[in-house]
């Protein structure tokens, strides 16, 4: 395997079965072993734990700089819809990594708030049934990237809340209420406007997780509402039931 064939994934790699086997374990016990070491000997350091996110983001900056390079050399479609889709961060987990990169830049409560619900949500469903990165046989660039910035934005979505960063006060709705109306335009672009991307969030008709849960879509949506209406509405709900238990 030559390092162009490395770094253009176009070596022969046949897919397997990566879930839950020792890479996909691996790569999990490492995120949750940093996540508990640094939130304990690092409590009352703040400074030290806002450089390790920033070492985080610029990580992710790189992976994904360096993969729009070789999309853009690889294509020859250099039509305005494909620059947006190799330029634009597309499917979920695409989001949650500029997401948490612009609230290390942006340094605002509320928008750690975002950052982490989506990156909790996407990482999650990455790290239970990882559809890229593990399932092939050789860790091609490809694959090297999809497992890196899944660790690291999953990483840092819950240092955000274990590190205090994000605040989770229903009483100051405004600027979550404005960064979640934005992430919403954000994808009403990326389907109906860009038309770079089908479905971010697994929310329209025939995607994959309806496929893997095998519901009619009828179903389907109505649960997926309630699923993420408990999510969200549970980050805010448990710090409340704590102050009011300490009261």
Known sequence: ?????????????????????????LVLLLCIAFIVASTLLLKKKQKVKFILLLS??????????????????K??????RNVLSILLPRPGCAISCWLVVLAVIINKKYFYNLASIIGILCGGIFFIYPGAGFNNEFILFENLYSIAT???????????????????????????????????????????VFKIEKDPFYFMPNNDVQEIVGLDYGLYLPLYALFIIVFVGLFYLIPALKKRKAK
Not at 1 to 25: C, Q, R, T, V
Not at 56 to 73: D, Q
Not at 171 to 192: A, H, N, Q, T
């Open 56 to 73: 985080f983001a610029a990580l992710i900056v790189v992976f994904g700089l360096t993969r729009r390079i070789v999309n853009f050399v």
């Open 1 to 25: 395997m030559s390092f162009k064939e490395w770094i253009f994934s176009s070596y022969p790699n046949p897919h397997i079965d990566g879930a839950w086997k020792l890479p996909h374990i």
């Open 150 to 192: 899944h660790a690291l934005f999953f990483t840092m979505s819950i240092c955000f809340v274990t590190y205090k960063f994000a605040d989770f006060n229903y009483k100051k709705p405004v600027g979550d209420g404005f960064c979640f109306l934005g992430l919403l335009f954000y994808v009403i672009l990326d389907i109906w």
């Open 75 to 80: 294509t020859t479609d250099y039509s305005f």
